[in-house]
């Protein structure tokens, strides 16, 4: 299509229509390298921020488990080079038990919070919400700069704490007290803790302006036509996801604010009269209770699962609807079952806390709320299954990793059945086969949608495609590779295999799984090297990938196909373009695609 009848649909011209479109001219101010790629206020730079800072984390999370899966793997191997590079927290080229528990804990850390949170959600709420909304950037550019500067503190501290001399914490991504709470108790339990505190705390804060930011921009600047039922499923999953950070990361910081209170205050929040080995002698303090840390971690702890999942839902159920060239099916159940997944989400937080002595019948009431947010999420699988029913699907990079993250999402929630139940917990509880769980359901899942995103909408980024040959590796590797490595995890669990515990090969029960443990340790090294060719499929293509000639190089509907292939500084040059229809007109009236900004026939119905 040409470039007017792209935007102006029948060739008429389109005025402006929103108050934010009157202060068009302040983006033409000149900008310097600091302003456009440091201190950037725009939207797109912001996001491109987020983004690379979040694959620099998740190289570093990837190389900590290959870490640690080679001393699973080979617990009775030396490896002298591991000395060289990690010195005494390898000596003799064999990973000591401290540095096994903190490789742990900052593998957890970084994927939750800095890649599937920061990465995910910084990336993909910061590019699209202007873009498929109609506007200019951000209700307030100067905050969403500020999120992504505390986003960068955090990660500054949190890096800083691998390389202190008593090393980072190691309590285990969720750092439960005591053990986190004792500053004598383990060596991460030093200054790697307060670092990690800090770290979090700065973490929280750039979540939350964010959130407020991306929540303001949805409900106030959308362009005229853009009513909330013609917005894009991306839009809606990334609001729910604000609303979800908005309202639970706040009470993981007053959890965390307690804890330093009792590392370094004398306070017993989570501290009793416990005795310790070490000094022959019980605690000072009382009254206070690990089980308290629990109920606040977990509080956001569970919304945090699908603040990570969320987005991805959002970004596949686009990619698959522009690929099967149809419809998305249920539109308005699609946006039911986020608005029930964000309810819920909230009443659920106890499940993680079967085997804590919680009171049977309390248990019973978390086990239905439990087994029902399965509901929404199996009306979300349906309709994605439906969308790809007859249609005629393009297999782009994009499109694999979307279907790929709906196998994953099947999967991995269907063993969250057997965890959901009280009963079976008790057994399942801490062992691999709540690895495998949340590694397929989280995030497995999580990254698919990610790379799912990054593929979509590289060419609107970069105005360049990446490479198809490594995308189509890429994908095949990493989609039979994750089930290579966590599936198996299943049936260790269910023999009783406890998780994070360095070696195995003393336990003469568990013996029978040296084997399959070398196996998956080995694929998990061929799995992270693909993640690297990735990396450099992504940086290669910003320099030198195809060029993108078309503006909708997917024959897409949303409003960010109607900007230039490279969008400056404002997104349109001219007006913001106004909407009349739906995001997903597919396949309609013989055209096989239909803009947003394309007016209604005399024979439409409004959507």
């Known amino acids: 299509m040409s470039t007017d009848s792209t935007i102006h649909g029948t060739g008429e011209v389109i005025v402006s229509h929103d108050a934010h479109d009157a202060g068009l001219e302040v983006h033409h101010h000149k900008e310097t390298f600091i302003t456009k790629y440091v201190f950037s206020q725009d939207h797109k730079m912001i996001c491109k921020q987020f983004l690379i800072t979040g694959m620099i984390w998740a190289i570093l999370g990837g190389l900590m488990s290959v870490l640690f899966r080679l001393q699973l793997g080979y617990p009775d191997s030396t490896f002298p080079w591991l000395e060289d590079i990690l010195g005494k927290w390898a000596k003799g080229g064999k990973i000591q038990p401290e540095a096994y528990y903190a ?23 910061n590019f699209l919400i202007p873009l498929q909304i109609g506007a200019r950037d951000m209700a307030s550019p100067f905050l969403n700069m500020l999120s992504y500067w505390f986003f960068w503190m955090a990660s500054v501290v949190m890096l800083t704490s691998l390389f202190i001399e008593t090393g980072p914490a190691s309590g285990g991504w969720t750092v439960y007290p005591p053990l986190s709470a004792l500053g004598d108790a383990n060596l991460g339990s030093k200054g790697g803790m307060d670092y990690w505190i800090t770290g979090m705390a700065l973490f929280v804060v750039s979540s939350l302006l964010g959130g407020l930011n991306y929540i303001t921009t949805i409900l106030n600047m959308r362009t ?23 309202l639970s990361f706040p009470v993981l910081l007053s959890g965390l604010i307690l804890l ?56 596949v159920s686009e990619v698959m609807a522009i690929n099967s060239r149809k419809p998305i099916f249920g539109y308005m159940a699609m946006v039911g079952s986020l608005m029930a997944i964000t309810i819920l989400a909230f009443l659920v937080w106890a499940h993680h806390m079967f085997v804590t002595g919680l009171n049977p019948f309390l248990g019973s009431v978390f086990v239905l709320l439990t087994l029902l947010i399965a509901v929404p999420s199996a009306i979300k699988v349906f309709n994605w299954l439906t969308t790809l029913w007859r249609g005629n699907i393009r297999f782009t990079p994009a499109m694999l990793f979307a279907i790929g993250f709906v196998s994953m999402f099947i999967s991995g929630g269907l063993t969250g059945v057997f965890l959901g139940n ?23 899942s999580a990254f698919l949608g990610m790379f799912c995103g990054v593929y979509h909408w590289f060419p609107k980024m970069y105005g360049r495609y990446m490479n198809n040959t490594m995308a189509y590796i890429h994908f095949w590797v990493t989609f039979a590779g994750a089930y290579l490595i966590f599936w198996p995890m299943h049936y260790e669990g269910l023999a009783g295999l406890p998780r994070r515990y360095m070696d195995y090969s003393g336990w003469s029960s568990f013996n029978q799984f040296g084997g399959l443990n070398r196996f998956i340790s080995t694929v998990s ?25 078309s503006k909708n190089p997917w024959q897409a509907n949303t409003l960010e196909w109607t900007t230039p292939i490279r969008p400056g500084h ?21 055209k096989e695609f239909i803009l947003q900004t394309e007016p209604l026939g005399a024979d439409e119905q409004h959507h």
């Open 103 to 125: 490789l742990i804990t900052m593998h957890g850390t970084v994927l939750v919070f800095f890649v599937l949170t920061g990465g995910l959600s910084g990336t993909f709420a």
């Open 224 to 246: 005229k036509g853009m009513s909330m039922t013609r917005l894009p499923l991306t839009i809606w999953a990334i609001l729910f996801t604000a609303i979800l950070g908005v």
């Open 525 to 549: 090294m061929v799995v992270f090297a693909v993640q690297l060719m990735f990396v450099f499929n992504f940086f290669y293509s910003i320099f030198k990938g195809r060029k993108v000639i």
């Open 260 to 315: 330093l209170f009792d590392r370094h205050a004398g306070t017993s929040f989570y501290l009793s009269d416990i005795f310790i080995s070490a000094t022959q002698k019980a605690l000072p303090n009382e009254g206070g209770s690990p089980i308290l840390y629990q109920h606040l971690f977990w509080f956001l702890g569970h919304p945090e699962v699908y603040i990570i999942i969320l987005p991805a839902m959002g970004l």
């Open 570 to 590: 404002g997104n349109w040059p001219g007006e913001i373009p106004e909407v009349h229809r739906w995001a997903y007109d597919y396949g309609k009236d013989g």
């Open 422 to 444: 009280s009963t079976l917990d008790i057994h399942l509880h801490d062992t691999m086969f709540i690895v495998a769980h949340f590694h397929i359901v989280m995030g497995v």
